[in-house]
Nanobody
Framework: QLKLVESGGGLVQAGGSLRLSCAADRTPGSGLNLEYYAVAWFRQAPGKEREAVAC???????????NYAPSVKGRFIISRDNAKNTVYLQMNSLQPDETGVYSC?????????????????WGQGTQVTVSS
């Protein structure tokens, strides 16, 4: 199975930036190559439903498809480094209402027509807190 580990969360002031990482566990026998999987970032704010904010399709950089939630388009950038078995989410101009737990997952697809709604494999999540 694919084991995902997020990192990079923390406390940031409104208008600030954070970069989250989603790495596939390289422990022998614990994970597969992330290169072949679509990956999505989800966030769940307190009292709100979980929502997908960005996704990237599998394959080599330069050949990937992307999609972003309207609320983050132009501010968030998702990318992947297959050599490091890692997907990143660069988050800029963060606002307090974007506080929540951010998790990466492996959805069955990442297409431009709609955002993924779930995933087969999930990381444990990383807390992002944006102060006003």
């Amino acid at each position: 199975q694919l084991k995902l580990v997020e990192s990079g969360g923390g406390l940031v002031q409104a208008g600030g930036s954070l970069r989250l990482s989603c790495a596939a566990d390289r422990t022998p026998g614990s994970g597969l190559n992330l290169e072949y999987y679509a990956v999505a970032w989800f966030r769940q704010a307190p009292g709100k439903e979980r929502e997908a904010v960005a996704c990237i399709s599998g394959g080599e950089p330069g050949s990937n498809g992307y999609n972003y939630a309207p609320s983050v388009k132009g501010r968030f950038i998702i990318s992947r480094d297959n050599a490091k078995n890692t997907v990143y989410l660069q988050m800029n101009s963060l606002q307090p209402d974007e506080t929540g737990v951010y998790s990466c997952a492996s959805p069955p697809y990442c297409v431009s027509s709609r955002m993924p709604t779930g995933g087969t494999y999930w990381g444990q999540g990383t807390q992002v807190t944006v102060s006003s």
